[in-house]
């Protein structure tokens, strides 16, 4: 059975040795120039067109990427956490191409930038219980000093995504719902602390109320812990619920973007309006559903 994509980036993102990883303070990721393009002549995709943004870290923000289903939304996480080699164009971390980073340098990106994905259950290995998610990265990401203060610290990080750890602790992904195990996900990342959370459609596969819960964690993440999320939506109402920053993305380009309230409020190009146009209400509990013609616009 091959590793599916989700599963090989958490890998990835666990390969840093902690005790390599110098805190990084102050960094930023710049996009710069994205370009990419798949297949070649009649076939060739142009899925991100000239794609630049900063994402900073102080303060932190929460900037969400909105678009349609193929706009080029997951080609750009993919490039931001290295795991997909821009045809032209470049990704910076602390102002160096995350493709090009020395070993340490890999290190430290690994442990500061986190992914989250829409299928948390693609992660879990279905064959053991779901703590192995925390003790992988304690190993790998964490200088805890013992197992005990690595026991207390996963119990904490649990609580503080409103997860009983006795009643996930010791279970197997499928005894689990999508949303403890997404909440799981979020555990992860409070114990781990990066700097950037890249999460690419986390909420997609969770129920309203679940799904508001999620928002409020990456929410108090960003108050408590100063961590900027690059928040990967084709969800609107998500998005106001947020705030924070949009950038809205139409056929790879990035076609307007500013701070969600005046976007939303006075947008400034057609493709927001549309999509706009569509969302029944600016409220998470409402999911926007309707597809739009985006046939028209360029
Ligand atoms: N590995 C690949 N090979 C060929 N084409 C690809 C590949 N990955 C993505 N694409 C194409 O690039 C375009 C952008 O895809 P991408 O997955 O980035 O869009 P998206 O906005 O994330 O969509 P969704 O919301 O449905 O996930 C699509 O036309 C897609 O078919």
């Not at 303060?59 to 993919?78: E, F, M, Y």
């Not at 020395?102 to 500061?112: G, H, L």
């Not at 290995?125 to 990265?137: I, L, Q, S």
């Not at 309230?261 to 493709?271: G, K, L, T």
């Amino acid at each position: 059975m091959t590793e599916p994509a989700d599963a090989k980036a958490v890998r990835a993102a666990e390969t840093a040795v902690a005790a390599e990883a110098p805190d990084g303070a102050g960094a930023s990721i710049r996009a710069e120039h994205l370009v990419q393009r798949f297949g070649s002549g009649r076939g060739a995709v142009l899925a991100v067109d000239d794609v630049s943004f900063e994402l900073d870290r102080e303060p932190a923000r929460i900037v969400s990427l909105v678009g349609q289903s193929g706009s080029g939304k997951s080609t750009i996480a993919r490039q931001v956490l290295g795991l997909q080699r821009p045809t032209s164009g470049a990704v910076t971390y602390g102002g160096k191409d995350v493709l090009r980073l020395n070993r340490k340098q890999r290190s430290e990106f690994r442990r500061n930038v986190q992914p989250v994905f829409q299928d948390p259950y693609a992660i879990f290995n279905p064959f053991y219980r779901v703590d192995r998610v925390f003790w992988t990265a304690v190993r790998k990401l964490t200088d805890l000093p013992n197992k005990r203060a690595a026991d207390e610290a996963i119990r904490d990080s649990l609580r503080a995504v409103k997860l009983q750890p006795e009643s996930v602790l010791g279970r197997y992904p499928h005894q689990l719902s999508g949303g403890q195990r997404q909440r799981i996900m979020l555990a992860r990342i409070h114990l781990l602390r990066p700097q950037f959370v890249i999460a690419d459609e986390p909420t997609s596969m969770l129920d309203a109320q679940t799904r508001r819960g999620f928002l409020d964690i990456l929410q108090d993440f960003r108050v408590r812990y100063g961590i900027t999320t690059l928040f990967i939506t084709h969800d609107l109402s998500s998005v106001h619920y947020l705030g924070g920053d949009i950038m809205v993305i139409n056929k790879g380009r990035i076609v307007e973007q500013g701070a969600v309230a005046e976007v939303m409020a006075a947008p400034s190009h057609d493709y927001t309006r549309l999509l706009l146009a569509s969302v029944p209400a600016p409220d998470p509990d409402q999911r926007w559903t309707e597809r739009i013609d985006i046939g028209q616009i360029r």
